[in-house]
């Protein structure tokens, strides 16, 4: 009978042996030490993503390329083009290279988001991200790159919004005077800025009123037709230094495609020259006044 007794204990024995070598295994495994231990991966499988360039011209292999991190999120155009496209654009490419055909000529005063860089040739290139809700995503297809020579980076902290349901309160006020086409901003008394701007059309005003701006953004993706209100095309990425103050859309922002101001040019926002509008976005706050009146 002793026999009979030792061998279940002699078998429990051997499975709490088996089953403390796995442990020790394990927590090695995941330590990373011993025979267990492996080299970083590679840095383009620990981005997000990775540039592939096929093989074209005096290149003969597939290259990859990583999409790194960058410092800020977002990228002013001060190297192209004038309203009317005049003069050098900058241009916009399908991928990080001047191999790759242009997408689109980016205008002075446009605000772009980045997501991230890629180096080629000793080259930088930052990728552009619209992550915002777009009214035509059609439009936007395949990726855009810029290079890095012909735009400043941007230290802005983002999107910013005022809470559901609370009502904002602030000193200073931003009053919008449609008949003489003119932007008067105060703090308390004291006058801030004045400059020309450009108001709704006849078909599409600005709305009169008191409001609050609820809303910032650094970039907008602007695009037309809007249903209900203009039947009119346009598409501007990059529309700078949104300032929201009507829950139909209406912003106060900077307008890089035309230089009308002091006359009514807009569908119902508020156009600003894209310096001037820069300089009100970052001393208005959320929760400040609008006022529009004749």
Known sequence: MSVLFKRPLLVVGLLLGALLVLLILLVMMSLQIG?????????????????VIGPQGNQKETIILPVTKVLFEY????N???????????????GPGEDYPVVMRLRNGMVLKVGGKVERA???????????WIRYPERVTGSWYVAADFVSPLLDEGDRNLQYGVNGSSTKRIIVERSKQM???YDGGELFMETSISTGVELT??????????????SRYMQGPIPGLSDQYYDLPGVPWNLYFTSDGAVIHGAYWHNNFGQPSSHG????????AYKLYTWAVVGARVIVKD
């Not at 701006?213 to 650094?218: A, V």
């Not at 926002?269 to 001037?276: G, H, I, R, S």
């Open 75 to 78: 990228i002013d155009i001060n």
């Open 183 to 185: 932007l008067y901003a």
């Open 269 to 276: 926002c508020v156009n600003l020259p894209p310096d001037q």
């Open 122 to 132: 000793g080259r930088t290139w930052y990728k552009i991200v619209f992550d915002e």
């Open 35 to 51: 025979p267990f231990y492996r080299e970083e991966p590679p840095a383009y499988l620990k981005t997000e993503e990775a540039v």
């Open 205 to 218: 005003p600005t709305q009169l009123g008191t409001f609050t701006i609820f809303k910032k953004t650094p």
């Open 80 to 94: 192209g083009c004038g309203p009317h496209f005049e003069g050098q654009c900058v241009n916009m490419r399908s």
